[in-house]
């Protein structure tokens, strides 16, 4: 059915002749084998990716590569070699893909679906449920616990338009028209303002800084994977006038939209967060007939795999000196039984100072919004409780 050079050095050597419905496959190292007599067009070199145990070397393999490499989706035109573009150039990924639209799910499926259900621990049967349903909370973080905030964010997409990663110039200026439209029509504690990146005042910006709710440019992953083309073009933050109602812009996702406030009322910061979602995304709908991404399978859609399902983060900062004077490994241990994470207060990758920790939801997919927060409150009682034993232990 197709001639194909048994050309072969090394590694290569097993996979000369593999040939799949008449596109031979590429080999490692960029060594061109010959495509099909049916006309196909000749398979991109198989990519040489650097984050060797990343799920993306273990779910992108030469068969898939060569079923899949030359399909381009309809949205945004939008690869597999620029979906796992990370992986490859990077050496430390974990996961290693993002998707440039919600087409990618689907076209690139016999990569996304693996990876994703090995990720979230999901069967290939699963469904999502949402739930924002203030109401079925039980309960609440201890009044006596030394927490300082509460923060809960979720990102949106809207049909019709790419995800960050391949989002064309076009649609990330219509995208951000219709949100702009969409914030000015908010009322009451959610009314504020829109302030676009490109443009922006220096005093404004400084505001933005000293608030810490200006995303910034420079994050390599964001820029190896696409997500800073035509920057700060088509990005910007909205705040409300009390800056406990954030969303920011064409940044990782359309849009990350943040609810916070000082202290532990995780209730109130749940409740308003999903007043707002409902909020823009019905000013989205009335305007322009879009509704949000949701998959029934997926959840709510996001550029980054370990993102989907609720698309959430529910965390507080919370004092644990006891837990500081038994060891980071220990937090870290106990967090994991109670699908807890332990973060510093600086973010991912922002490191650990003093005994306040960033305690948030461990899970995206697989559990609503309800559960993820209860699982929140109840996770960070218990670490509050163990932490007065362990400060006794420690002669705190």
């Keep these: ?183 000015g029509a908010l009322e009451g504690d959610l009314s504020g303002n829109y302030y676009p990146l490109l443009g922006m005042k220096e005093d404004v910006r400084q505001q933005l800084v000293d608030d810490h709710f200006l995303f910034v440019s420079g994050d390599r992953n964001l820029i190896v994977a696409g997500m800073e083309r035509d920057w700060p073009e088509g990005r910007g933050i909205f705040h409300n006038k009390d800056k406990t109602f954030l969303v920011w812009v064409n940044e990782e996702d359309q849009t990350r939209i943040i609810s916070m406030q000082k202290g532990g009322d995780v209730r109130e910061v749940f409740s308003r967060l999903a007043r707002g979602i409902e909020a823009v995304g019905k000013s989205v709908k009335d305007a322009s007939g879009k509704d949000f991404m949701l998959d029934p399978k997926y959840g709510y859609i996001h550029s980054c795999p370990t993102n989907l399902g609720t698309g959430m983060r529910a965390s507080v900062h919370v004092d644990l000196p006891g837990w500081t004077a038994e060891g980071l490994t220990a937090l870290q241990a106990r967090c994991e039984e109670l699908k807890l994470q332990p973060r510093g207060t600086r973010g991912e990758s922002g490191g650990q100072t003093g005994i306040t920790y960033d305690i948030s939801n461990k899970h995206r997919l697989g559990y609503s919004e309800v559960e993820l927060v209860q699982c929140m409150i109840d996770g960070v009682n218990t670490l509050y409780e163990e932490d007065l034993k362990l400060q006794k232990k420690h002669g705190l």
Aim: a positive charge; hydrophobic letters at 35%; glycine letters at 10%.
């Design 1 to 183: 059915k197709a001639v194909v050079s048994t050309q072969s050095t090394g590694t290569l050597g097993k996979y000369k002749n593999l040939i799949y419905g008449g596109i031979a496959a590429v080999g490692v190292g960029g060594v061109m084998i010959l495509a099909g007599q049916d006309n196909s067009p000749p398979v991109k070199p198989f990519p040489n990716i650097q984050s060797k145990h990343s799920l993306v070397a273990k779910h992108v393999t030469m068969d898939k590569w060569a079923k899949l490499s030359n399909i381009e989706t309809k949205t945004s035109g939008f690869t597999l070699d620029k979906a796992i573009a990370c992986a490859v150039q990077f050496d430390n990924q974990h996961c290693g893909i993002y998707a440039g639209d919600l087409d990618s799910y689907k076209d690139f499926a016999p990569v996304f679906d693996p990876l994703i259900q090995e990720y979230h621990g999901i069967s290939p049967d699963a469904v999502h449920t949402s739930d924002m349903d203030v109401s079925k909370i039980k309960g609440t973080i201890n009044p006596a616990a030394p927490v300082h905030s509460v923060r809960i964010r979720v990102g949106r997409s809207f049909n019709g338009f790419g995800l960050s990663p391949g989002i064309t110039r076009q649609q990330r200026l219509d995208l951000e028209q219709l949100l702009s439209n969409a914030f």
